[in-house]
């Protein structure tokens, strides 16, 4: 019996230069691809070019898909890559929240802070995108990985003892086994 492989569906959430390079990449590696912009006035001006606006001069493959168009950006994908400024993360995280399916794997890849808080004597609490995206979505299933292997899985629960204690505990799990080994 002949087994046929089936190319990975990927939703790129944000059409901006790192969310345009990430998706023809990964259209260009085999991926199936379907890249999103909030703005359809973007979008179809991409369509109708072929090229990236926000990289002059780089084409997108024919093959990708472009569009305005959340639901058909999202559904059935297997891995969603979330590619938009870590400013816009929480209210794009939100946006998405009706679309995201059990078993998708979500992957940020925002940089940056979304936001600081300076209270009056002086302490400075940061929040970064990734809390965000923890507070929008449900998360069922968590894995630590630790230079590139796991070292931890769990449910929601993980991702409350990892924002309580860190992840040094981790770390220093996985250097303890790399040294029994």
Not at 47 to 54: P, V, W
Not at 82 to 109: D, F, G, H, W
Not at 169 to 181: D, L, P
Request: net charge negative; hydrophobic share 35%; glycine share 8%.
């Amino acid at each position: 019996m002949e087994v046929k492989e089936r190319k990975m569906k990927v939703g790129v959430i944000g059409a901006g230069s790192w969310g345009c390079a990430l998706a023809i990449l990964l259209q260009n590696n085999g991926c199936q691809v379907s890249l999103w912009g909030h703005r359809r006035e973007q979008i179809e001006k991409m369509q109708a070019s072929g090229e990236c606006d926000k990289l002059p001069g780089v084409m997108l493959p024919k093959e990708m898909s472009l569009t305005w168009d959340l639901s058909s950006c999202l559904l059935d994908k297997d891995l969603l890559v979330l590619a938009v400024p870590s400013t816009a993360t929480r209210e794009t995280a939100e946006k998405i929240k009706p679309y995201v399916e059990k078993n998708q794997i979500l992957c940020s890849v925002s940089k940056g802070i979304e936001e600081y808080q300076k209270s009056k004597d002086g302490a400075l609490l940061i929040i970064t995108h990734s809390t965000r995206i923890l507070e929008s979505l449900h998360v069922d299933k968590t894995h630590v990985l630790v230079d590139g292997h796991l070292v931890a899985e769990g449910d929601g629960s993980l991702v409350d003892e990892i924002n309580e204690h860190g992840f040094e505990q981790f770390i220093v799990s996985a250097n303890e086994k790399g040294e029994n080994n």
